[in-house]
């Protein structure tokens, strides 16, 4: 049996002359950046014929012309975790208002995040969005010796040679712990995340600054190996293991809402009720935390919005911006449920 003969691409010159246009209008007809240089009326034409003929544009050939292959990389923690969806959401939704495709891949590690980051160099990305950076992170000056436009998005760098956008760690902190005040708190401890990463870090230093804000001590720290419900709930146990009877705490503070969810299992293991005996709160209002029980005191951070800032960060600086490093910080909303005592359900 003879092999069927593939058919012809069509090309940016056949859109031409079906539009009865040069081919140098349906190349900006059909570049987002430049489309508005062209009438509605052309635009149609253009739209319309390359509809009909089935017209795909050849990215490769692009590329070579360009240098760029509107293409730019993602790297997140964690792929489980329902904050990073409506992170992805944002900037794809930037990206494509561009015509530009977005490449994720999961990072959990620092060693696995350079791997990535070269694997999408061959592929030539035109930049990247970190969601996984941790503190001294050596890829960021790996990226910046690469010449790779880079931006953060939810960690930032502390030594500022990235562009960010995050949400206010101390302020989100000193809400929860204002609540917990005005509502009879007086022994509130804090389950603080992994303190390789800038969030942890960040969001342990506002709670202590809210409690030294109104002249008090915190009733215990302990550590999160990670922000998962598994890491929360072995802290919760470590801080239930250093109280002396009678000085339990009876609020806390979780890093994030998986933490909490973890303090709700060491909590009820240890016979303990929420909120009558200890009042629990966490932080980013991830899907469902309304429909447990009780529902979660929590954070809302704008992530969808968080994603959206930082690639329009990252295509600023892809546009030849001045090359200004700024971080954006969103403002933190507390979300009052019934986790907490003296609150209404």
Not at 303 to 314: K, M, P, T, V, Y
Request: glycine fraction near 8%; charged fraction near 20%.
């Amino acid at each position: 049996m003879k092999p069927v003969p593939s058919s012809p691409r069509v090309t940016i010159r056949d859109v031409a002359n079906a539009a009865n246009v040069h081919v140098s209008t349906v190349s900006r007809a059909l570049d987002p950046s430049r489309r508005s240089l062209i009438s509605d009326e052309v635009l149609a034409s253009v739209e319309g014929a390359a509809r009909r003929l089935g017209y795909q544009p050849n990215r490769a050939a692009s590329a070579l012309r360009t240098g760029r292959t509107r293409t730019i990389g993602v790297l997140v923690p964690d792929m489980t975790n329902s904050v990073f969806p409506p992170i992805l959401q944002g900037i794809e939704a930037s990206a494509a208002a561009r015509g530009y495709f977005v490449m994720v891949a999961h990072a959990a590690e620092a060693s696995i995040g350079r791997a990535v980051v070269e694997r999408m160099l061959a592929q030539r990305v035109d930049g990247v969005v970190l969601a996984n950076a941790t503190r001294d992170d050596p890829l960021i000056p790996f990226l910046i010796a690469s010449r790779l436009p880079a931006v953060l998005v939810n960690r930032a760098d502390e030594a500022g040679r990235l562009s960010a956008v995050v949400g206010d760690d101390r302020l989100a902190m000193k809400l929860a712990v204002d609540h917990l005040l005005q509502t009879g708190h007086r022994r509130i401890a804090h389950l603080a995340g992994p303190q390789n990463v800038p969030t942890g870090v960040a969001r342990r230093q506002g709670f202590e600054q809210a409690l030294k804000d109104a002249k008090r001590k915190p009733a215990g720290i302990a550590e999160c190996a990670a922000y998962s419900r598994e890491a929360g709930a072995e802290a919760m146990r470590v801080l239930l293991q250093q109280q002396q009877r009678g000085a339990r705490p009876d609020a806390v503070v979780c890093s994030n809402d998986l933490v909490a969810l973890g303090a709700y299992d060491a909590l009820r293991a240890a016979g303990l009720r929420i909120p009558d005996d200890v009042s629990v709160t966490g932080h980013n209002d991830m899907p469902l935390v309304d429909m447990v029980d009780p529902p979660l005191t929590t954070i809302r951070l704008p992530h969808r919005e968080f994603g959206w800032r930082a690639a329009e960060f990252l295509f600023e600086a892809l546009g030849g911006g001045e090359g200004s490093v700024s971080t954006l910080v969103l403002r933190p909303e507390l979300v009052v449920r019934g986790s907490t005592r003296g609150s209404a359900c």
